[in-house]
Nanobody, 115 residues
Framework: QVQLVESGGGLVQAGGSLRLSCAASRSIAEIYYMGWYRQAPGKQRELVAT???????NYADSAKGRFTISRDGAKNTMYLQMNSLKPEDTAVYYCNAFLVGRHYWGQGTQVTVSS
């Protein structure tokens, strides 16, 4: 069992940066898989980036080279550093963890990128 709380979303101009945080209610060292997803209005939720307990990362093509996923075990927090933001990045961003055979989700944080 784990509770996840996202923060750090907001309004930013194209080309700007944001850092999203996902605070977990337990040691993230015990969670093999964590990731960030996003959902834009009228679209399906899509994977943005993932990270494992061994720090193996994976990125969607749209995020690669601009976004960096990381985790801080001391703070029980996962991050998504987003640089060179584009209007197409506008979405609600969700934290995800896979633990004991099921997915857990945060409440989401809104990211809006103006053109």
């Amino acid at each position: 069992q784990v509770q996840l709380v996202e923060s750090g979303g907001g309004l930013v101009q194209a080309g700007g940066s944001l850092r999203l945080s996902c605070a977990a209610s337990r040691s993230i060292a015990e969670i093999y898989y964590m990731g960030w997803y996003r959902q834009a209005p009228g679209k399906q939720r899509e994977l943005v980036a993932t990270i494992t307990s061994t720090s193996t990362t994976n990125y969607a093509d749209s995020a690669k080279g601009r976004f960096t996923i990381s985790r801080d075990g001391a703070k029980n927090t996962m991050y998504l550093q987003m640089n060179s933001l584009k209007p197409e990045d506008t979405a609600v961003y969700y934290c995800n963890a896979f633990l004991v055979g099921r997915h857990y989700w945060g409440q989401g944080t809104q990211v809006t990128v103006s053109s």
